[in-house]
C-alpha cells in the first residue's frame, strides 16, 4: 500500500542553451507527489503518516521553493550572484526565513541564504524527480514522484527497500537506536 503526499514549489529557472522560449527566465509553481510504499503498520493502519512525510521532504524542499534554479554552467548564475552581492543579499537577509539545510548531492547544491539551487543537469521535470529521489531516498520508502510543471509533468516508479521500521503508536520512523523521536518507544 502507499502513502502519498503533495507539495507546491514555487520556482524560477530556464532551459540554458534550449531552442525555445523555456531558454529565457521564468518561473512555475510546480506540483510534486511523493508516494511511500510499505506494508501497513498494524500499530496505526497506516503506511507512513502523510504529515511526517511533508515534514521529512520539506527540511530539503523548502529550498526549491521561492528559488532560482540555474544550472551551473549558465552564464546567468555568476550575473545573478553578483547583482545579489552588490544588493547586500547574496549572504543571507533577515526576511529570508524559510530555509532548508544547505545540502550539496551529484545533482546539485542549495545555498538557502540567497535562494538558489545550482543544477548539474538542466532543471525540467524529470530533472527534479531525479534530484528528490536523491535528496529523500535513504530517509522515506519512495515508490514513486510526479512532478508537474506548465504542461510537463513526468513521473517515474522506483524500487522500495522495505526496511524502515516504523513506531507502532506514531508510524514514523524509529532511529537506528530503534527508538521512535517522537514518543520514546523502544523496539
Ligand atoms: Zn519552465
Ligand atoms: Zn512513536
Same mark, same amino acid.
Given at each position: ?28 509553481? !510546480? ?68 530555509? !532548508? ?52 509533468? !513526468? ?10 521500521? %516504523?513506531?507502532?503508536?506514531? !508510524? ?6 530503534? %527508538? ?8
Amino acid at each position: 500500500m502507499r502513502s502519498i503526499t503533495t507539495f507546491d514549489l514555487q520556482y524560477a529557472h530556464r532551459f540554458y542553451g534550449f531552442k525555445g522560449e523555456a531558454q529565457y527566465l521564468h518561473g512555475h509553481t !510546480g506540483v510534486l507527489t511523493i508516494e511511500v510504499e510499505d506494508t501497513v503498520n498494524e500499530g496505526v493502519n497506516m503506511v507512513f503518516p502523510c504529515n511526517e512525510i511533508q515534514k521529512t521532504a520539506w527540511a530539503v524542499l523548502k529550498n526549491f521553493d521561492h528559488a532560482l534554479i540555474l544550472r551551473e554552467d549558465d552564464p546567468l548564475l555568476p550575473a545573478v550572484l553578483d547583482v545579489y552581492e552588490k544588493q547586500g543579499i547574496r549572504n543571507g537577509h533577515p526576511q529570508n526565513t524559510m530555509k !532548508g539545510a544547505a545540502f550539496k548531492t551529484e545533482l546539485c547544491t542549495a545555498y538557502p541564504d540567497c535562494r538558489l539551487v545550482v543544477t548539474k543537469e538542466t532543471m525540467t521535470v524529470e530533472g527534479m524527480i531525479k534530484i528528490v529521489y536523491d535528496l529523500l531516498k535513504d530517509k522515506l520508502n519512495i515508490a514513486k514522484i510526479t512532478f508537474t510543471s506548465g504542461v510537463n509533468a !513526468g513521473s517515474m516508479e522506483f524500487e522500495t527497500r522495505k526496511q524502515i521500521d %516504523r513506531c507502532p503508536l506514531c !508510524g514514523i520512523a524509529l532511529d537506528e537506536n530503534g %527508538r521512535c523521536p517522537k514518543c520514546g518507544y523502544k523496539k
